[in-house]
């Protein structure tokens, strides 16, 4: 009996603040909006804890609304008199270490402004509040992703020991060694940027998608070489063994050292098996986890989709295979490019040793590209 005379009451409640809500909305109060739409979540039984995270404010204000609303029917502030309200440097101060403590989410001006109102009752310009916002030491810019579990310490083994231990070694030795990575590509096609008349959208066909087509490849640094297969299925560890008896034959080479990232089937068991078997000719190294960063090979993925894929479409998962096929054979015509790649991979891959505090030992890669420069444009 108790909660349905409850459960009544709350219905009459609502009710109220729906009459309210519709003559605030009118008068654009948008203040008592927000305080409409907290109190209507509460009498249709949300917890207020809950409430008030939802809407960014203190349970206690969240009470006093309440007492408000009941005791004098008022879903609005007060009027108040004097200067309009500005934020206080105590305040300034919780603004920042809010922003900078709540940062997996996304913070624009009208987010802020909201926070303001309900946490502080301080109604701010939407258009003032960059400039407060730069003021206090924030840009507006576009987040990255961190990896989380990228490993710092095996990052900087890697780069400070591992690597130059690679080409000190193995180049001596006459090793070939290629960066090898897998990239797909779907029907439906990448968007970018690109020049079009003012005032019209740039506008690409989309035939939905359809496939997806696969391309495992290995890319040297040094020679700016690149060597890639195409395959309609997914990659596993019988077409990655395939992939490298291929590459063997292709660079004519009996020394190939690959530096793979730690896909499951790069590590398959009777692949690596296989493998210890190969040692007179194949040696694999793995980057750390969660590092594509040390890959050369994945500014070429993005290269190849800025040259060849962006902004197009295709119908059927054939005609994509064609277009990649023919992207592949344009490749062996463009030297001069991948080596001006593979030199901006270099001149990153030095500023990253830096950052480890590192002697940079890939110089004399430049100075094999510059030799292969020459005889390639002869």
Same mark, same amino acid.
């Given at each position: 009996m108790q909660k349905a005379h409850r459960r009544s009451d709350n219905q009459r409640k609502l009710a109220r603040l729906q009459t309210h809500y519709k003559k605030l909305k009118k008068a654009d109060d948008i203040r008592g909006l927000l305080r409409i739409k907290a109190l209507m979540a509460l009498y249709r039984g949300e917890q207020i804890e809950t409430v008030a995270r939802c809407?960014?404010?203190?349970?206690?204000?969240?009470?006093?609304?309440?007492?408000?609303f009941e005791e004098e029917d008022r879903v609005s502030d007060r009027p108040r008199s004097g200067r309009p309200p500005t934020l206080s440097k105590e305040q300034e101060a919780e603004l920042k270490a809010k922003l900078t403590d709540d940062n997996q989410r996304v913070w624009?001006?009208?987010?802020? $402004?909201?926070?303001?109102?309900t946490t502080f009752g301080v109604t701010l310009s939407? *258009?003032?509040?960059?400039?407060?916002?730069?003021?206090? *030491?924030?840009?507006?810019q576009?987040?990255?992703?961190?990896?989380?579990?990228?490993?710092?310490?095996?990052?900087?083994?890697?780069?400070?020991?591992?690597?130059?231990?690679? $080409?000190?070694d193995y180049l001596r030795d006459g090793w070939r060694i290629f960066y090898q990575d897998e990239v797909g590509f779907q029907t439906e096609g990448t968007l970018a940027r690109t020049w079009a008349p003012r005032g019209e959208k740039a506008q690409i066909k989309n035939f939905g998608r359809h *496939?997806?087509?696969?391309l495992i490849g290995a890319f040297e640094l040094g020679t700016g070489q690149f060597y890639g297969v195409l395959t309609s299925f997914y990659v596993n560890a019988t077409r990655f063994r395939r992939f490298i008896l291929h590459l063997k034959h292709e660079m004519r080479t009996d020394k190939i050292l690959l530096i793979c990232d730690n896909a499951s089937f790069h590590k398959a068991k009777w692949f690596q098996e296989w493998a210890k078997t190969q040692?007179?000719?194949?040696?694999?190294?793995?980057?750390? *986890? $969660?590092?594509?960063?040390?890959?050369?090979?994945?500014?070429?993925?993005?290269?190849?989709?800025?040259?060849?894929?962006?902004?197009?479409?295709?119908?059927?998962?054939?005609?994509?295979?064609r277009s990649l096929t023919n992207m592949l054979d344009e490749l062996h015509q463009r030297t001069p490019e991948l080596l001006g790649?593979?030199?901006?991979?270099?001149?990153?891959?030095?500023?990253?040793?830096?950052? $480890?505090?590192?002697?940079?030992?890939?110089?004399?890669?430049?100075?094999?590209g510059d030799f292969i420069q020459e005889v390639t444009t002869v």
């Open positions: 809407y960014d404010v203190s349970v206690k204000s969240l009470k006093r609304w309440q007492a408000d624009i001006a009208r987010h802020v $402004y909201v926070w303001l109102l939407v *258009g003032y509040l960059p400039e407060l916002l730069r003021k206090l *030491g924030f840009s507006y576009k987040a990255v992703h961190l990896l989380v579990k990228r490993h710092t310490e095996k990052r900087r083994i890697w780069i400070q020991t591992r690597l130059p231990a690679i $080409y000190a *496939g997806r087509v696969n040692l007179t000719w194949l040696r694999l190294e793995f980057l750390p *986890g $969660y590092s594509p960063d040390f890959n050369p090979i994945e500014r070429l993925w993005r290269w190849v989709k800025t040259e060849y894929t962006h902004n197009q479409c295709w119908d059927t998962k054939i005609q994509l295979k790649l593979m030199r901006s991979e270099l001149e990153r891959l030095r500023l990253i040793f830096a950052f $480890y505090d590192t002697p940079f030992v890939l110089d004399p890669l430049l100075q094999q």
